[in-house]
């Protein structure tokens, strides 16, 4: 184990992120927010002496090449790390004078989960509002990543890192070199960003919401600057933006680079693309026509409340245009049905991801088939290609180990003598990166009731549905720390 290579990049890290503080403690500087600009110009000192400090310690150091065990690690500590640091500014201005809150709310941002332990959101100062949904874009892509495109500065390099973090089953190399396709990504994810911001400017927000707004949508994060998140604005115009830019950030980033370069035939034959936007419409189509006449008068309130709360929960998103919870029952439990969904691999969407679950419903048809015609050969195939059969047992372990750790989750949270709708809500909202659920954490609710060591452990369950389970879990196993 590499640990003084695994620290140097740690280092990299929080220097990274003590460079994007500085836009904060601008906007702290030019509304006056004394307090605020002090925390975050003390968290960029530490963050410095760190860099510098490990910098001396590892300066002999000649490692070019880390391993994969070397690559799980420094992931995982990334964003505890990164979540520590993006703490501080909460902490020690006041803001959230508890550190397991300011704790949460960081992982909470880092993760791009979006659920807070803010009752009461618009208290906090716009530059800390600011830097909460900063944390949303660094995170969103990936501070991995963009780390891996300065990493030969150091004489570090490895596909392990991305194949480490990236969000997804798979992960595509856009160029042969790893830190190009890290270059290319952030590309598409600042233009983006960029048009999202723009649109959301001559929709009539001032700069700060649109930035932030742009920051969680692209992030598909969810961190809003009103309390009642964009149904604040009460604007179709809007929520349409947002709901397309939802949309269109849940699918996998490989298929914007093909849509760049006219790779149009692998986009049509795209199997997760054609099942992710066939959910996004049958829910959006359910949930019209069930609160059409009951919550809403009109098809075209209907579609607009129905398809920005879809895409919103699809892809884990968290933005919140209207109560859900007054909707009835089929709409929510739709709704629920979709936390678990998730959004489509390589995208910054969390839940279980839709390639898993076409696998294995095709796996599922198989067998069918098989019970029919015993002798018969079946071949599964994705975007017309044959799936290896280590491939479905992957799968079907990621599907065993996600379920196990939302049951797991149900129950700690449960342990605080919260109601069992409360439970499931904030246990699927956390693994799959949600943020608002069902019951007292719903688009209306906070997590700010629930004791110390079930916010503890929903961060953790943040991170590990944020980092697709095995990054962080194979941490906790004997065999990785044996030699």
Not at 86 to 96: E, T, V
Not at 337 to 355: H, R
Not at 378 to 386: E, S, V
Request: glycine residues 8%; contains cysteine; hydrophobic residues 50%.
């Amino acid at each position: 184990m590499n640990i003084k290579i695994i620290l140097r990049m740690l280092s990299v890290i929080l220097a990274i992120i003590s460079g994007f503080m500085i836009i904060p403690a601008i906007i702290a500087a030019l509304y006056n927010e004394n307090e605020a600009l002090y925390a975050i110009l003390i968290t960029i000192g530490i963050s410095i002496v760190f860099f510098f400090a490990v910098k001396i310690l590892s300066k002999e150091e000649n490692v070019n090449k880390i391993t994969q065990r070397d690559g799980f690690l420094f992931v995982t500590l990334s964003w505890v790390t990164a979540s520590l640091i993006g703490a501080l500014p909460y902490y020690i201005s006041g803001a959230i004078p508890q550190l397991t809150d300011a704790y949460f709310e960081a992982m909470s941002g880092f993760s791009t989960t979006g659920a807070t332990i803010l009752p009461n959101i618009e208290t906090l100062p716009v530059s800390l509002l600011f830097w909460r949904s900063l944390t949303h874009w660094l995170g969103g892509m990936g501070i991995v990543v963009l780390t891996v495109a300065v990493l030969p500065v150091l004489g570090i390099k490895g596909l392990q890192l991305i194949v480490a973090e990236a969000p997804g089953s798979k992960v595509d190399k856009l160029t042969a070199r790893v830190a190009e396709t890290a270059k290319i990504l952030w590309i598409i994810y600042f233009v983006l960003t960029a048009i999202v911001t723009i649109l959301l400017l001559i929709g009539g927000m001032s700069l700060i919401d649109a930035l932030t707004h742009a920051f969680s949508t692209v992030a598909t994060g969810g961190f809003s600057i009103k309390n009642s998140s964009v149904a604040h604005y009460n604007s179709a115009y809007i929520e349409a933006v947002i709901t397309c830019f939802m949309v269109i950030c849940g699918i996998n980033f490989s298929l914007h680079f093909w849509l760049i370069s006219g790779n149009y035939k692998n986009i049509l034959k795209d199997s997760e693309l054609k099942g992710y936007l066939s959910i996004f419409f049958v829910a959006t189509f359910i949930i019209t026509s069930e609160t059409l006449g009951t919550n809403y008068n009109s098809i075209t309130e209907a579609v607009r409340h129905a398809s920005f709360q879809v895409a919103s929960i699809m892809t884990t998103t968290g933005f919140v245009s209207a109560d859900y919870e007054q909707w009835p029952f089929l709409s929510q439990t739709v709704l629920f049905v979709l936390m678990f969904v998730g959004g489509c691999s390589g995208s910054t969407s969390g839940g279980m991801k839709v390639i898993r679950l076409v696998t294995l419903l095709k796996q599922g048809l198989i067998e069918i088939k098989h019970l029919l015609h015993p002798r018969g050969v079946f071949i599964l195939r994705i975007n017309g290609k044959p799936v290896k059969k280590d491939m479905i047992y992957a799968i079907s372990g990621f599907f065993f180990m996600y379920m196990f750790l939302a049951i797991v989750t149900t129950l700690v949270v449960s342990s605080s003598e919260v109601d069992m709708e409360t439970s499931f809500g904030s246990a699927f909202a956390a693994i799959g990166n949600v943020g608002p659920g069902l019951g007292k954490v719903g688009p209306k609710g906070s997590y700010e009731f629930f004791p110390s060591y079930v916010k503890w452990w929903l961060s953790f369950v943040m991170l590990a549905g944020r980092l697709e389970l095995y990054t962080v879990l194979i941490i906790f196993s004997r065999d990785f720390w044996r030699k």
